[in-house]
């Protein structure tokens, strides 16, 4: 299976600054016949189930406000949030669906 | 409005069975793959499995820590995916989420864009 790293695996950062999360996968989950990394964040709240954010490592769900932006291919990932939020306290996972799924081990944000 | 509802969790010994419900509205069930994903108390999230939409064959794979022991099918007629577990282990004591599952093709798996609010599975003697 490929194994996810992220890192850190917590932050505490100031309202209105950046956080950036980064995401390793132990091979490439870049497709190349369709040029698609098969890699998704999802954010989890508190007492919440996840909720998908970004897929296809850069495009951001329906909804999901433009704070939120991935970036990355191949084996090294990153979800940045521009500008934290007070609503954006949760904790984020990656996920790679190139083969049998598997998920990071989360990064806990928090306000510094 | 989109919509999953698990069902069925509660305590079970170690080495029964249980077997979870999930139960969708708001879209066309069987249009889509449906995967389970487990989170144990203050742990990570951990795929289960997957069921692709008939159009794909409705093929089912299984993670390893579950493969022989967990089943999962579904019943597009009532918009239902279901989870029978047996032989439960105290490790597999854990929030238990369906997902829709964006998988297309065969043989391919996917983004999960919709989660239920999740069912708890509590083995222990």
């Known amino acids: 299976d490929i194994v996810m790293t992220q890192s850190p695996d917590s932050l505490a950062v100031s309202l209105g600054e950046r956080a950036t999360i980064n995401c390793k996968s132990s091979?490439?989950?870049?497709?190349?016949?369709?040029?698609?990394?098969?890699l998704a964040w999802y954010q989890q709240k508190p007492g919440q189930p996840p909720k998908l954010l970004i897929f296809?490592?850069?495009t951001r769900e329906s909804g999901v406000p433009d704070r939120f932006s991935g970036s990355g291919s191949g084996t090294d990932f990153t979800l940045t949030i521009s500008s934290l939020q007070a609503e954006d306290v949760a904790v984020y996972y990656c996920?790679?669906?190139?083969?049998?799924?598997?998920f990071g081990q989360g990064t806990k944000v928090e306000i510094k | 409005e989109v919509q999953l509802v698990e069902s069925g969790g509660g305590l079970v010994q170690p080495g029964r069975s249980l077997r979870l419900s999930c139960t969708a509205s708001?879209?066309?069930?069987?249009?889509?793959?449906m995967s389970w994903v487990r989170q144990a108390p203050g742990k990570g999230l951990e795929w289960v499995g997957i069921?692709?939409?008939?159009?794909?064959?409705?093929?089912?794979e299984y993670a390893a820590a579950v493969k022989g022991r967990f089943t999962i099918s579904r019943d597009d007629s009532k918009s239902i995916a279901y989870l029978q577990m047996n032989s439960l282990k105290i490790e597999d004591t854990a929030v238990y989420y369906c997902?829709?599952?964006?998988?297309?093709?065969?043989?391919?798996?996917?983004?999960?864009?919709?989660w239920g609010q999740g069912t708890t599975v509590t083995v222990s003697s």
């Open positions: 091979q490439s989950v870049f497709y190349s016949s369709n040029n698609y990394n098969y």
């Open positions: 069921i692709r939409r008939k159009g794909y064959g409705g093929t089912i």
């Open positions: 996920q790679q669906y190139y083969s049998v799924p598997t």
């Open positions: 296809w490592a850069s």
């Open positions: 708001g879209f066309t069930f069987g249009d889509y793959a």
């Open positions: 997902t829709r599952d964006m998988a297309y093709g065969s043989g391919s798996y996917g983004r999960m864009d919709v």
